[in-house]
């Protein structure tokens, strides 16, 4: 049998240890103990390509690697805005610019000189089995395909489409199965702003809706019919069900992830533009948005390695053509675009948006 | 008997083998379900634990690297071993010398074994200006395809023309698999064929103690006092109502509440083992006061009153046979409430534990992750190398709940006592 006393004693001896190292970092202590590492936090979209960059950045064997968490555009940017100081984040990923309103709370916040940089862009392909015909769809009838209500002889009705040559004679007898993110996702919100939205704009029974929040729902609610299917936040379980189901069945998701699946995927064509790296970076492959990584100038001196890491971001070696974000699925700017952000960094240009 | 008992009769026995048949039958598919989980992990993991790796020489060039005799540490890190290791890859393919050739043997290594070679000059620097043969770690795309997770053919990240030098490697003996030592001992990486776990264990098993080291004398004591002290009133009604609501609250609940109190108010440093076990404990404390409270509850009155009848005082009576006998039940509670800790992830978003962290914590303030967090994100990366290695990462998982759950019930076990 155990003596309890003993096991108390023992207990209450390690609890003190760890309340003593709590009451130890107290704010005061804390705040002003320097950080040698650089922290970030933001976007899951953003995450694959910032940590690719810390590795790179920590292998030359002068900073240790910085820590990057992947908590969302808009959690990192709250974390961001929250002050000056090394218990904030120093970097922030987002998979979209920051907001006006973003802007403010952070300048509220002591916040006032942030430097921005446009790290790239990640396209958001449709994609089907290999060896399936070659498919084309607009944004029309893409939302024709997959939107809650769609009109019908001048009404605006329940989804009827079950094939897409139902909506188009010149689209193939293929049935509709499309699989997709969740509303939680970043994806989702972007495939519904730059498909669906878009879409819908020039649909005459949509444009005659008055009320604009009834337009705005017509024209993002996705069908719950099963015809759209939402697999999951992981985009790689959306490849895992098209490589095992039928061909004709679609799946919406990052573009790196058919870069690393080309063997067994291929994208359709939207708008009858291939989703290929001009295509995206020129803006002309229509499902595309720009991603941004923020840095605090105060904190530029102060966290040993931000500068020369905001500048590896930078580089040609990263994020140009042939660089190592590239080959990770990066879709990365023109040359002139690139050149002007690298001279935005080094001069450490402020951003500056809104009032 | 009447004809009509029979038949009651007939119906009884019948009925009572189809309750046991359903007692079969779901044992059946529990077992199923549970040997499927367990095939396909393994199946598909497996593999993450051997690594391809590619017999060449390597001339440890003095210009790239740093004259002979150098040990400043900081200059063998930084030096460059991308041109080392290409110079030596296109020694060994010399008749490539086209553009796109050579940008193709660069894919047959990927960082991985820069790294490696990097590593090999820190640990001996009068490698520097030698010539050695070195198993190179094969690039992930390369992994794959030797491992037949991917195929050649259009659209395939090993090309023809890769295929064709791995084929003549292959011939000379040169391309082998390796047990993936790397995998055990390394931290998070981008590249597959870096990563490692030991860094998720680490933070796991720091972050576990601590919440254990919290939650269950905590909750051991808080249900010593509900059982034994506590009057039966309404105060202890509604303290009663409120433990047994806490432990139906979402997880990401208590991150919120770890975010705010330990971090925000505390100044608790973020992704530290520390706040998570906190956090953790916290979740905890709820089902450890229940199944604690439960184990005092049974055990006999006559036991109680036996102790005080032979002189004990009420702590002793507690600390020398109350609890001792409670003891295995307590612990299969804590047994419980640790293997959801162990398992758990929402409530360490917030606390910024859902990171990528290079280093193996030292301590319970360094920054960490935690085991079920690392297969997480692993199971988002786009690269193909993945998918095996998170398939490993929840085979490390399970073993650690295995070990963690099989002291558990050694311990109980040891202190089982029957009257």
């Not at chain 1, 049935?175 to 498909?195: K, Y």
């Not at chain 2, 808080?222 to 303290?239: C, F, G, H, M, Q």
Request: aromatic share 8%.
């Amino acid at each position: 049998m155990i003596r309890i006393p003993q096991l108390a004693a023992v207990a209450a001896a390690a609890v003190a240890v760890v309340v003593a190292a709590g009451a130890a970092l107290t704010p005061s202590a804390e705040a002003q103990q320097a950080r040698n590492q650089i922290r970030a936090a933001g976007s899951s979209t953003v995450y694959p390509f910032t940590t690719a960059v810390a590795e790179q950045f920590a292998r030359g064997g002068q900073f240790r690697a910085p820590i990057v968490e992947s908590i969302g555009t808009g959690a990192g940017i709250r974390a961001f805005c929250q002050g000056v100081g090394v218990a904030h984040p120093d970097v922030a990923n987002a998979s979209r610019r920051m907001s006006a309103s973003e802007f403010n709370t952070c300048r509220q916040n002591g916040v006032t000189e942030i430097v921005e940089l446009q790290i790239g862009f990640d396209g958001i392909v449709i994609a089907v089995k290999k060896g399936t015909p070659p498919i084309n769809l607009t944004r029309q009838q893409i939302w024709r395909g997959l939107a809650r209500e769609v009109p019908v002889n001048g009404q605006l009705v329940r989804n009827p489409h079950t094939h897409w040559n139902q909506i188009d004679p010149s689209l193939p007898n293929i049935a509709i199965e499309v699989m997709g993110p969740p509303p939680t996702s970043g994806t989702r919100d972007s495939f519904v702003e730059l498909v669906m939205q878009e879409g819908c704009k020039d649909v005459a029974e949509v444009r005659a809706v008055t009320d604009a929040r009834r337009r705005n729902e017509v024209c993002s609610a996705m069908r719950e019919d099963g015809r759209f299917i939402e697999a999951g936040e992981n985009d790689n379980l959306i490849v895992q069900r098209l490589v095992a189901g039928q061909s004709g069945v679609m799946g919406i998701f990052g573009y790196s992830f058919l870069d690393q699946n080309r063997d067994r995927l291929e994208a359709i064509r939207i708008d009858g533009v291939e989703d290929s790296f001009e295509n995206i970076a020129s803006g002309r492959y229509p499902v595309s948005r720009a991603m941004f990584v923020y840095v605090k100038k105060a904190h530029i001196g102060v966290v040993p390695g931000l500068r020369e890491f905001l500048v590896e971001y930078a580089s040609e070696r990263a994020i140009g053509d042939r660089g190592y974000l590239t080959s990770r699925g990066l879709v990365p700017m023109v040359r002139e675009d690139r050149t002007r952000w690298r001279q935005q960094i080094e001069a450490l240009q402020l951003l500056s948006l809104g009032s | 008997m009447t004809p009509e008992a029979i038949r009651r009769l007939k119906r009884r026995y019948a009925a009572e083998r189809r309750f046991k048949a359903y007692g079969i039958a779901a044992m059946t598919f529990a077992a199923a379900a549970l040997l499927l989980l367990l095939v396909t992990v393994v199946g598909n993991g497996y593999t993450a634990f051997w690594q391809t790796q590619l017999r060449i020489e390597v001339f440890f060039d003095p210009d790239a690297i740093a004259p002979a005799g150098t040990t400043d540490r900081r200059r063998l890190m930084g030096a460059d071993y991308r041109t080392v290791l290409l110079d030596a890859v296109s020694a060994r393919f010399p008749e490539v010398r086209d553009r796109d050739g050579l940008r193709q043997l660069e894919g047959l290594v990927g960082s991985g074994a820069e790294v490696q070679l990097r590593d090999m000059v820190v640990a001996d620097p009068g490698l520097i200006g030698q010539r050695r043969q070195v198993w190179l770690l094969a690039h992930s795309d390369i992994d794959m395809l030797i491992k037949g997770q991917t195929r050649l053919g259009d659209g395939a990240r090993v090309t023809e023309r890769q295929a064709g030098w791995l084929t003549a490697l292959a011939r000379g003996g040169d391309v082998d698999q390796f047990f993936n030592t790397r995998f055990f001992t390394g931290a998070d990486s981008r590249d597959p064929e870096l990563v490692g776990i030991l860094g998720g264990v680490v933070g796991t098993t720091f972050t576990l103690l601590i919440c254990l080291l919290l939650a269950f004398p905590l909750g051991v004591m808080a249900a010593v006092y509900l059982e034994e002290y506590a009057p039966k009133n309404r105060l202890t009604d509604i303290i009663e109502v409120n433990i047994n609501n806490l432990a139906a609250v979402p997880s990401i609940v208590f991150g919120l509440l770890g975010l705010s109190v330990f971090i925000n108010f505390f100044g608790m440093p973020r992704s530290a083992p520390l706040v998570g076990g906190s956090v953790l404990a916290l979740m905890s404390l709820p089902t450890i006061i229940i199944a604690a409270r439960a184990a005092l509850r049974a055990v006999p009155p006559s036991i109680r009153e036996g102790a005080l009848g032979v002189g004990a005082s009420k702590m002793q009576m507690i600390g020398h046979h109350v609890l001792p006998l409670a003891m295995p039940g307590i612990l299969t509670g804590t047994i419980i409430a640790m293997a959801h800790a162990l398992g758990e992830t929402a409530p360490l978003l917030m606390i910024g534990m859902v990171a990528f962290i290079t280093d193996i914590p030292t301590d319970p303030l360094s920054a960490s992750t935690v085991l079920p967090v690392q297969i997480f994100m692993w199971a988002d990366h786009p690269e193909r190398g993945f998918v095996e290695k998170t398939s490993a990462g929840i085979i490390v998982l399970l073993v650690f709940m295995l070990v963690m759950n099989a002291s558990a019930v050694w311990l109980r076990r040891k202190f089982e006592r029957r009257w």
